[in-house]
């Protein structure tokens, strides 16, 4: 009877790795199954279908008025800013009332936006600092990292549309490191996030590039071979060792690979030949700010379906960020804007950009939905929460975050609801339930008051 192949397959070729996604080839027949007990069906199981998870932020709070539903519990109505999320009505829910009061002054005075980021997966008071003696806490997603990442070729994936400094004075008295990381792997070491394109691709899709020699990348890209181009031999051994289902999946796989390397070379073509003016090869970002979410997300997709990781944090700007949304007809910096005070006109135009950060995330979520991985979809094994550190951000408030998770966790969420907790209900307590969930529980986080089950 023929064996399953590995899950952990990859082709290989002139200094590439590329893996796989999951193929039925890839999973134990009924007989094979069978023979290796209940126990180690159900551990066979979960391997081949593994469980995600990526916390994505935004920064300046929300106008929570066209953000919370009005309905409790199933059935709720989409405010304004969750409309674009209609694709996936069912597949989220609306978590009312989490807090984290950690990003609150608590005798440190001024510093929301430093707090509110650095606080958000740790749920600790970061020290007050600009110099080097940082302190926040281990974030949720280096948790969840230390134990699945033993079963990835990454433990965990950082990225974002800016990098930050890591030193300096940037809000307040707190360093910039605290307004630029989310994760944190210890209490005095964050995880820089990686904002350019092409470095995500190379580490997600190209394991052997670093040893990859500068004379063999300039004649690769030169004569503009792609990744692909140097795995075809291995790719057509496997035609012989899958069926019709799983030759048209990597086929598919393949193209969504291609097609990120095709943006990403329109992308980094800054000059015709920057190797002949004594350049070294542009490695900057999409101009445009709509499409580096956009192409971060593809990535995002691509890196859980072929479990290069199985955890990632994507921050959409760094905390406090006044980044101009003309694009959208919103001329004004965002972090300006959030100190509305009360003004009608202002808070129409913070919508504007709420709005537009969900329909960035109503991209992620729908291609999530539409990739499949064995009897269901990617998004189905994932957990996705999306949300900011500060309600209102002309309040600067931390209670009453707003927060959506996404997702079936594998059947341990319970999406299309709108759940409203008891005030200052720590976010860590959510945490929590999805560690459990994830399979490497915690039995505290930062502030965390207990575990929520019913999430």
């Known amino acids: 009877m023929t064996q399953p192949i590995s899950r952990r397959t990859v082709l290989r070729g002139a200094g590439t790795a590329v893996a796989l996604p ?70 989220f829910s609306i978590h009312s009332h989490l807090a984290q009061k ?27 600092t ?30 974002g549309t800016e990098g930050g400094g890591q030193s300096g004075n940037c809000d307040s008295g707190y360093s910039c490191v605290y307004s630029a990381n989310i994760a944190w792997r210890s209490d005095t070491q964050s995880v820089p996030k990686e904002s350019n394109p ?6 997600l899709f190209a ?36 069926g019709v289902a799983d030759r048209r999946k990597i086929d598919e796989y393949f193209t969504a690979v291609r097609e990120l390397e095709v943006r990403l070379e329109r992308f980094s073509k800054g000059v015709a030949s920057p190797q002949d003016l004594g350049m070294a090869r542009p490695e900057g970002p999409p101009e445009r700010y709509e499409e580096h979410l ?16 199985r955890v990632s944090t994507f921050v959409f700007a760094n905390e406090g960020s006044n980044k ?26 913070i919508q504007q950009i709420n709005r537009f950060h969900i329909e960035q995330l109503a991209y ?34 931390h209670d009453d975050l707003p927060i959506l998770v996404a997702g079936g966790g594998g059947g341990v969420l319970q999406p299309g609801r709108h759940v409203v907790h008891e005030k200052n209900t720590p976010l860590t307590n959510l945490y929590l339930g999805m560690l459990d969930g994830l399979g490497c529980p915690a039995a505290t986080l930062g502030d965390s008051t207990g575990r929520l089950t019913e999430i």
């Open 22 to 91: 999951l193929l039925e080839a890839m999973i134990p027949a009924g007989p094979i199954a069978a023979a290796t007990g209940g126990s180690a069906v159900a551990a066979e199981a979960a391997e081949q279908a593994p469980r995600r998870a990526a916390f994505l932020y935004v920064p300046n709070g929300v106008h929570m008025e066209d953000w919370t539903p009005k309905q409790v519990g199933p059935g709720f109505d989409l405010p304004a800013t969750l409309e674009p999320l209609c694709g996936v009505y069912g597949k």
């Open 102 to 128: 950690k990003a609150e002054a608590n005798g440190d005075g001024a510093g929301d936006h430093a707090r509110a980021l650095a606080t958000f997966l740790t749920g600790t008071q970061a020290r007050k």
């Open 130 to 159: 600009a110099g080097a003696d940082i302190r926040a806490g281990v974030s949720v997603d280096q948790i969840a990292a230390a134990h699945l990442g033993r079963h990835t070729r990454l433990p965990s994936l950082e990225i």
């Open 198 to 203: 092409k470095l995500i691709f190379d580490r």
């Open 207 to 242: 394991a052997g590039r670093p040893g990859e020699s500068e004379q063999a990348r300039v004649k690769r890209e030169q004569h503009s071979r792609s990744i692909l181009d140097y795995v075809r031999e291995e790719a057509r051994g496997m035609d012989r060792v899958v």
């Open 294 to 309: 956009r192409i971060l997300a593809d990535m995002l997709v691509l890196a859980f379906l072929t479990d290069t990781t």
């Open 324 to 349: 101009s949304y003309s694009f959208i007809g919103v001329p004004e910096g965002h972090h300006d804007l959030s100190h509305h005070g009360q003004d009608a006109t202002k808070q129409a135009k």
């Open 364 to 397: 992620l979520l729908e291609k999530l939905d539409r990739t499949r991985e064995g009897d269901g979809s990617l998004l189905d094994r994932c957990m996705i929460v999306y949300g900011s550190g500060i309600g209102d951000g002309n309040r600067h408030n």
